[in-house]
């Protein structure tokens, strides 16, 4: 399911790119577009960019946590630009056609920085991170489980999805196991610290009588006759 929503997320974005590329008056630098009639052509189309660019980076690092750098970069090239895009078009000035014709410099700069993040997206949809999709397969079998006993399938086919469910069940109640044992380890490493710590303070009890009949190291006892 979540591959499944990734996917669906890269045309969604794709098609985001598309409306703000088609929504950016031709020769806009060199019209005298002014920004309020700009803004209300692209406020929509923009705004949804900026939204899908947020909710797509965090399925990226999902997928290719290895890769967070890249992503938080490329995403920033796509962001600010969007931001100073809006920023330029408010900005008072004595020239707001000026205003218009970079604040559209700007979107330029965002319209190639979301390609660059759409390129990135395909890469990992198809060189995901095989930690996480491993971990993702096994997510979607476990939640299969119920519709297994309903599904139509061979005979064969169906004994290796129970047997795959049960694979992950297994590894469920395994890391379930470990918790438990490593709660009770903690719990017993604290009681043995408690307990050094007491040993160490007891003070040690000796008469003088007990060490004066002590014998040295060293030297024998006479048996008294």
């Not at 307990?195 to 002590?214: G, M, Q, W």
């Amino acid at each position: 399911m979540f591959r499944k929503n990734y996917v669906q997320s890269i045309s969604e974005f794709e098609n985001a790119l598309e409306q703000v590329e088609a929504a950016i008056p031709r020769e806009a630098i060199f019209e005298r577009t002014p920004p309020k009639d700009l803004w209300n052509g692209l406020e929509t189309p923009t705004t949804l960019l900026k939204n899908l660019a947020e909710k797509f980076k965090v399925s990226m690092l999902i997928l290719k946590p290895e890769k967070t750098q890249t992503i938080e970069r490329i995403f920033e090239g796509i962001i600010q630009p969007l931001d100073a895009f809006k920023e330029t078009l408010f900005q008072k000035s004595t020239d707001p056609i000026a205003n218009a014709r970079h604040a559209i410099e700007h979107l330029r700069k965002a319209m190639v920085g979301g390609y660059d993040f759409l390129v990135l997206a395909k890469e990992i949809r198809d060189n995901p991170s095989p930690a996480i999709e491993e971990i993702l397969k096994l997510r979607e079998i476990y939640g299969a489980k119920e519709y297994i006993s309903t599904v139509p399938a061979p005979e064969a086919l169906h004994m290796r999805m129970i047997g795959l469910v049960k694979r992950a069940e297994a590894l469920d109640a395994s890391l379930t196991n470990l918790e438990k044992a490593l709660d009770e380890v903690k719990v017993n490493l604290s009681k043995i610290r408690e307990e050094s710590l007491k040993f160490r303070s007891a003070p040690v009890k000796a008469s003088e009588k007990e060490v004066k009949k002590a014998p040295a190291i060293g030297t024998s006892v006479k048996p008294t006759p």
